[in-house]
């Protein structure tokens, strides 16, 4: 079965240190998409990066940045300069053979002022 | 520009009814799915189009139909609600696939009692 694990229930920092979500999946496939999708409280699933497995360099955006390791099949987010905005729950999802999302778990996320 | 839109936010029903979930996009996006989220677990997939008129079974669907008669709304029935189904659902939209970024509804918690 294609399984996605986020090893950390739950994180907590304080504002602007750099914390590191991680995550690692389980599939046979060689192309895929991987994304960290962030939950605020307002319950809002907001999209925070996308990367493509054929593609070797880890994507960024803007103070969010992954370190994507294809043959350890891990992908985790790392969150620089942490703002109190940035608390959420965040999830590691990927895409299937069948193009379906899977998802993780979820990692809570607490930004300390 | 509405984006993806649910409602009713919150629903509380007695087991034995039925009811439909509304979700409705703006942005001319082909896939649309519904998924349900529940405590300690990533969300899971209940159905999914592909375009209007197509439809498909996603990791749960017991319980759950679809239909897909206009490429903008996409509603979900619970034939017979069950104190199982209590959930928070989400409706997605993508461009194309879930291989695209999704955008999200901003959820109906469910409560079956």
């Known amino acids: 079965a294609q399984t996605v694990t986020q090893s950390q229930p739950e994180m907590s920092v304080q504002e602007a240190e750099t914390v590191t979500l991680s995550c690692t999946y389980d599939t046979s496939e060689n192309n895929y998409y991987l994304f960290w999708y962030k939950q605020p409280p307002s319950r809002q699933m907001i999209l925070v990066i996308r990367q493509e497995a054929y593609k070797q360099q880890n994507a960024t955006e803007n103070r969010f940045s992954v370190n994507f390791q294809k043959a350890a099949k891990s992908f985790s987010l790392k969150i620089s300069d942490s703002q109190l905005g940035d608390t959420a729950m965040y999830f590691c999802?990927?895409?299937?053979?069948?193009?379906?999302?899977?998802w993780g778990a979820g990692t809570k996320l607490i930004i300390k002022p | 520009n509405a984006g993806v839109t649910q409602t009713p936010k919150f629903q509380v029903l007695k087991t034995g009814q039925s009811m439909t979930l509304q979700c409705a996009q703006d942005?001319?996006?082909?896939?649309m799915s519904w998924y349900r989220q529940d405590p300690g677990m990533g969300l899971r997939l209940i159905h999914y189009?592909?375009?209007?008129?197509?439809?498909d079974q996603g990791e749960v669907p017991n319980g759950y139909n679809v239909s897909r008669s206009t490429t903008e709304d996409f509603p979900l029935r619970l034939l017979s609600a069950a104190p199982s189904q209590t959930s928070v659902y989400f409706c997605?939209?993508?461009?194309?696939?879930?291989?695209?970024?999704?955008?999200f509804g901003p959820g109906t918690r469910l409560t079956v009692l």
């Open positions: 999802a990927f895409t299937d053979s069948n193009y379906q999302l899977i």
């Open positions: 942005m001319n996006h082909e896939y």
């Open positions: 997605a939209s993508s461009r194309d696939y879930s291989t695209d970024t999704q955008y």
């Open positions: 189009s592909v375009g209007a008129g197509i439809t």
